[in-house]
């Protein structure tokens, strides 16, 4: 079963992915051998660069975005709402495997916390828990322990991903911070590196990271190698823009963070790359994506959810649009009014009064790179009133555990489970086997409100092949409706609900529910075939990385039901 899960998986890589994942295996193995000189190899490709005093410090920070869940007091440090004792050495977690909090280990690694802490020590930043000292001894204790070719060194430390993001904060840490010979020749050793391990096995967002990381050390520094790195940025980040930034201008890995992600990165590289005619691709693919994050922001001003992210994770929508003035000029960012289908990502967005809706209508991601997706297809989001109602159950952490594969499973979502499977069979931490295609899309729009429609083929493959079908629409600016009819032969379990965000109330009233959150409510009323069951749970939400707050979810639940079957869902 599970070597035939694994050929479900891998069909849909391109061959080059497995032979760069071969590839860079076999390196890093050779790497920890004891014989092996990384350091000198690196230090012979990095001869003779000289930092280079034009490097654009000013216009670079200006667009990374700072993080205020980063606190060090005491010898503790909290990352991502988890707070751990941290003094170096030991703790930089080399060479012991890490198989538990993935995610926090690649944020100690990226630095850009330090890059935090330096900011706020920095005049004019307030009152810092760090000091100069202790961030110039972070640094050298990194260099230190975190060495190329150590024992476990690539897992974190020198994942590429990772030395990318460290690139673009040492070079924006103010300059009595750390620049010492040990940290510029770290620096150069980490750009050399990163460019012998481009991230082709994985590709999508991580590419574009890797862009940024070799363009911010190849404007950083002067030399052979420095032009080579800026060459090989410029190139990268040409091509997967084009493949990256769908014609609609969403990313295309439909996630709402990780679109803001790409959108950080092509600001960087908009600030370091030369070639006029990359910036031209750049800024033009960068306003189609500002258009698309404008209309995927609820009246929070925060993002939907929808596959892997947090509200942490990324900057601000906000601030990503207000950074970008230097790239794009003034973008509109008030909320969009109306409705917009989004074709090639597939997302129907609609803002009136008194709901926003988002509609999840397209793929779960790229077929080669699926590995920020969950079992979602058909989905939705929406807010009443100003406020979330009915939310995505968000993304905790990376690790393979209970709380991963809740968060990617289709019954944490709101649409339509059958016989307990996933709509997309999301398995491990990244992987995917067999996945959701949506089909008959429809969406028009008038004043008043707009009726979307899909259907998917994720649970084709289960006896009697049963197909999801589902009509969401806004009348009369008041009611929304969501018309879920399962299609196929045979009786199946069905299940399905509406994931409440933090602060609504629901009690069971006949026929659905009264959900109210300071002293405004709404009924939510099901019909569906008799035997039908309605209930209330508790659940788990997500909303930022490293955080879980319980809430309630309106169910219900057909145990077996011959098809087809249909449940209609009015809010109102």
Request: aromatic residues 10%; hydrophobic residues 40%; neutral net charge.
């Amino acid at each position: 079963m599970h070597a035939l899960l694994t050929l479900r998986t891998v069909r849909h890589l391109w061959l080059s992915q497995v032979l760069w994942r071969l590839k860079y295996r076999r390196l890093r193995r050779s790497e920890e051998a004891t014989r092996y000189d990384l350091v000198g190899q690196l230090r012979r490709k990095t001869a003779g660069l000289t930092r280079d005093p034009q490097f654009p410090v000013a216009a670079l920070a200006a667009q990374l975005c700072s993080s205020a869940l980063t606190r060090w007091h005491d010898g503790r440090l909290t990352l991502l709402h988890r707070e751990r004792p941290f003094a170096g050495g030991d703790d930089w977690g080399l060479p012991r495997a890490q198989t538990r909090d993935r995610l926090w280990m690649a944020h100690l690694h990226g630095h850009r916390w330090l890059l935090d802490l330096a900011n706020r020590n920095a005049p004019g930043g307030g009152e810092a828990p760090a000091s100069g000292e202790d961030l110039r001894r972070f640094l050298a204790d990194w260099i230190a322990v975190c060495r190329p070719g150590a024992p476990g060194f690539s897992e974190f430390a020198w994942n590429s991903y990772d030395i990318a993001t460290r690139i673009l904060c040492w070079t924006c840490l103010p300059r009595d911070a750390a620049y010492d010979e040990a940290l510029l020749e770290s620096l150069a050793l980490q750009a050399a590196y990163l460019h012998e391990h481009l991230e082709w096995d994985l590709r999508a967002n991580h590419l574009l990271r890797d862009a940024a990381g070799l363009a911010c050390a190849g404007r950083f520094f002067r030399g052979l190698a420095a032009e080579r790195w800026l060459e090989t940025a410029t190139a990268l980040a040409a091509g997967q823009v084009d493949e990256q930034v769908l014609p609609d201008g969403g990313h295309f890995e439909r996630s709402p963070m990780y679109h803001v992600h790409a959108m950080e990165d092509l600001l960087a590289l908009s600030c370091l790359l030369r070639d006029a005619a990359t910036l031209a691709k750049l800024t033009a693919a960068w306003g189609r994506m500002a258009e698309y994050l404008a209309w995927v922001r609820h009246p929070d001003g925060q993002l939907a959810l929808f596959n892997d992210g947090g509200f942490n994770g990324a900057c601000a929508p906000s601030g990503i649009l207000g950074a970008g003035l230097s790239l794009k000029g003034p973008v509109v960012s008030a909320r969009r009014r109306g409705g917009r289908h989004f074709a090639d990502t597939g997302m129907v967005a609609w803002h009136g009064t008194p709901w926003t809706v988002f509609f999840d209508i397209g793929p779960i991601g790229p077929d080669y790179q699926p590995g920020h997706a969950h079992a979602d297809t058909l989905t939705l989001e929406t807010s009443f009133s100003g406020r979330r109602l009915f939310v995505d159950p968000g993304t905790y952490a990376y690790d393979d555990d209970a709380r991963r594969r809740y968060d990617r499973s289709t019954a944490a979502h709101n649409t339509v489970c059958i016989d307990a499977r996933d709509s997309s069979e999301v398995w491990h931490i990244f992987r995917v086997g067999r996945r959701a295609y949506a089909h008959h899309v429809s969406a028009g729009f008038d004043a008043d409100g707009f009726t979307a429609g899909a259907a998917h083929d994720g649970y084709a493959s289960l006896p009697g092949g049963p197909k999801h079908a589902r009509t969401v629409s806004i009348t009369n600016q008041r009611e929304l409706r969501i018309t879920d009819r399962v299609d196929g032969r045979g009786a199946h379990s069905l299940s399905g609900g509406w994931l409440l965000a933090p602060g609504w109330s629901a009690e069971a009233v006949p026929g659905g529910w009264r959900v109210l959150r300071d002293g405004q409510g709404v009924s939510v009323n099901v019909k569906g075939p008799a035997e039908m069951k309605l209930g209330l749970e508790r659940r788990p939400y997500h909303p930022e990385y490293g955080l879980e707050i319980e809430t309630v979810r309106l169910c219900w639940i057909l145990e077996s039901s011959r098809l087809p079957a249909e449940i209609a869902t009015v809010v109102e």
